[in-house]
């Protein structure tokens, strides 16, 4: 798996934007670039995952550079109950790679 | 995406005991895998396991502690043997990673404790 670089934490407002990075810059040119959450006592949640285009879903946005070296995942609007550590991550091999966790980022929304 | 069912959500044993937990998903999967997150600490891939043959096992985890069953498509089980205070951790399943390259799902986890 390429190896990923995330900041232990970040902070943000209830309402505002939080922004996410995550440095991989040893990824291949067939590698995705995945997002999963994990929410206290709570299994891993996919959030959302690309390859070399933006990507846009129900849940966030996902910001990979030209040279796909880094990516941000933001979420427009932060709550409360976004919450959670968050996990950039770029399964390696084939399709089928296992997923290999990182420390990932606390993120916490305050009032 | 496959919505997994993961049984028990939670258990305390005694040391020296063995715990099967379970994993049931609503569809067929080729490939299921197994996570420990001990407390505090991220998700370690314990073993791959694919329907009809042996699961493999990532380093530092071997059959013997951690002996797995996949008899179908859709269920899997993994075993914790001989239980010491130090496997108390939370035990998940995941299923995903088809060739369209979907999300991965996990299941809820199980929560253990060995006293």
């Known amino acids: 798996d390429a190896k990923t670089t995330q900041p232990p934490s970040m902070d943000c407002a209830e309402g505002r934007a939080a922004n996410l990075p995550c440095n991989h810059s040893?990824?291949?040119?067939?590698?995705?670039v995945y997002w999963y959450r994990q929410i206290h006592s709570q299994g891993p949640q996919y959030i959302i995952h690309?390859?070399?285009n933006n990507e846009t879903n129900e849940m966030a946005s996902l910001i990979i550079t030209e040279d796909r070296k880094s990516s941000t995942l933001i979420l427009p609007h932060a709550t409360l109950r976004d919450t959670a550590v968050y996990y950039c991550?770029?399964?390696?091999?084939?399709?089928?790679?296992?997923?290999?966790f990182g420390q990932g980022t606390i993120l916490t929304v305050h009032p | 995406s496959a919505v997994i069912s993961q049984k028990p959500s939670r258990d305390i044993c005694q040391r020296g005991t063995s715990l099967t937990i379970q994993c049931q998903v609503d569809?067929?999967?080729?490939?299921m895998f197994w996570y420990r997150q001990q407390p505090g600490q991220s998700l370690t891939l314990i073993a791959t396991?694919?329907?009809?043959?042996?699961?493999?096992?990532e380093s530092g985890f071997v059959i013997d502690k951690f002996p797995i069953s996949r008899p179908n498509l859709t269920f899997s089980t993994l075993t914790v043997s001989n239980m010491s205070p130090e496997d108390s951790s939370i035990y998940l399943c995941?299923?995903?990673?088809?060739?369209?390259?979907?999300?991965?799902?996990f299941g809820s986890g199980t929560r253990l404790t060995v006293v």
């Open positions: 040893t990824i291949s040119g067939n590698e995705y």
């Open positions: 690309g390859l070399k």
């Open positions: 991550i770029v399964p390696g091999g084939t399709s089928y790679g296992k997923l290999t």
């Open positions: 396991a694919n329907q009809g043959s042996e699961a493999t096992y």
């Open positions: 995941s299923v995903g990673g088809g060739r369209v390259n979907y999300g991965y799902t």
């Open positions: 569809s067929q999967v080729t490939m």
